[in-house]
Each structure stands twice: as C-alpha cells, then as structure tokens.
C-alpha cells in the first residue's frame, strides 16, 4: 500500500527503547512485503528530556524537524503512551497529523499530584523533580477549545491501575474522526498491541492512505 512514519513517544520514567516502541519497530518497521495491502512505517523513537514540560517540548519539534518529515509528501503520524501520548496529542494538533494514543496521560495536571517529589529514570538517568511549577508548565499542553478535531485512534486497557480507563474518556471526545477501543483487563503497560493491530492497521488505511486507494 505504502510507506509512512511513525514517531513513537515513550511514557514517563522510561525510554526511546521501551517495549512498546521496539513492538511497533517489529510490527510496522518490518513489514516489507510486496502485497499492495502491506503497511511499512520507519518507526522513530525518540528519547526526550523530562525534567522540564518545555524543554521536552523544544527537543521534539527539533527532533521531528530534522527527521525531515515536514516537507510535503511526507505520511506519517504520531503515537504515545502515557506522558508521551500527552506530548503526542499537542504535536499532532500542531503539525495536523493522524494521532494513536495508548493508555495516554490525557490529564497530566491531575495525576501528578500524587508525583511530587524526586524521580530518577533508571533508563537515562535524568532526575527531575515534580512540583507544582512543573504542573503548570503542563498547561500550555492542553488542548486549546478551538482546535480543530483531528483523525485519532486511542487504545485503552481497563485494567489500567494508573490512569483509571473512565477519567481518560471524559478528556476524550468520540466521535467520526475520533475513534476508541477498549480492551478488558490489562494494565498501564497495555497488554493488546497484537489483537490492535488490526484495528492500528485499519486507522493507518484510512487516514494516511486513504487516497491511494480511490
């Protein structure tokens, strides 16, 4: 069918080699197959500064600026779990791209109320800090009421003891464009990434490939 991007943003405390990132690199990066049907995506997994809401930010549109994808035959997309599906959903809104969210920290402001304090990130060893200046930092990544609405797939596990499934709808509106998929049990690490793939498949089809197959 063809080729795309995706720049996949890890969740808080973990890393551009999480274990989601590496399933889509294997599920999407490998699929090179002559078959017209087939999806093959250069996955991307940045690992982004955390210390600071703004210098995350400052790091990923640099990143994405020089991965060149901004010029104008370019299909690709972004996904994010947790924090990183925060930080996924603003860029998507800024660059006008289709959006996948696992799990997503939709409301960061709230759940890191109970954060507060040091944190070590085993995997770059950054430190950072949490208080409530790093909370309002968050708010400049909210989405503003006039956006637009965006084509977004967001995959969600009941079983999320982290962010309870029901406080992430009530930031998220369903609706065309704005799709949702709910799987029992699991957790906040999400355990249905093969039995989305089909549904992720689908998404990337009708989003970015949409006019290759009129």
């Known amino acids: 069918m063809g080729q795309c991007s995706c720049v996949y943003l890890h969740g808080?405390?973990?890393?551009?080699?999480?274990?989601?990132?590496?399933?889509?690199?294997?599920?999407?990066?490998?699929?090179?197959?002559?078959?017209?049907?087939?999806?093959?995506?250069r996955v991307l997994t940045p690992t982004y500064p955390m210390q600071d809401p703004q210098e995350s930010?400052?790091?990923?549109?640099?990143?994405?600026?020089q991965t060149g994808l901004?010029?104008?035959?370019?299909?690709?997309?972004?996904?994010?779990?947790?924090?990183?599906?925060?930080?996924a959903r603003y860029l998507a809104h800024y660059y006008?791209?289709?959006?996948?969210?696992?799990?997503?920290?939709?409301?960061?402001?709230?759940?890191?109320?109970?954060y507060y304090g040091v944190h070590y990130n085993p995997h770059?060893?950054?430190?950072?800090?949490?208080?409530?200046?790093?909370?309002?930092?968050?708010?400049?990544?909210?989405?503003?009421?006039?956006?637009?609405?965006?084509?977004s797939?967001?995959?969600l596990d009941k079983g999320d003891g982290v962010i309870p499934y029901q406080s992430t709808l009530k930031h998220y509106e369903k609706d065309d464009r704005q799709q949702c998929q709910i799987f029992e049990g699991g957790d906040h690490a999400?355990?249905?990434?093969?039995?989305?793939k089909p549904k992720i498949e689908l998404f990337l089809r009708d989003t970015l490939f949409k006019s290759d197959q009129l």
């Open 12 to 41: 808080f405390l973990s890393s551009g080699n999480s274990l989601k990132g590496q399933w889509f690199k294997q599920a999407f990066a490998g699929q090179k197959s002559s078959s017209s049907s087939s999806i093959h995506c």
């Open 57 to 65: 930010m400052r790091f990923l549109h640099q990143f994405i600026k």
């Open 70 to 87: 901004l010029n104008s035959e370019s299909k690709w997309f972004l996904a994010g779990s947790s924090m990183g599906g925060f930080y």
């Open 96 to 114: 006008r791209v289709p959006l996948l969210m696992i799990n997503p920290a939709l409301d960061p402001i709230a759940l890191m109320s109970n």
């Open 124 to 151: 770059t060893r950054e430190e950072l800090f949490i208080d409530q200046i790093y909370r309002d930092k968050l708010a400049e990544f909210y989405p503003q009421t006039a956006t637009k609405p965006l084509d």
């Open 153 to 155: 797939l967001l995959l």
């Open 190 to 196: 999400f355990q249905h990434l093969e039995e989305a």
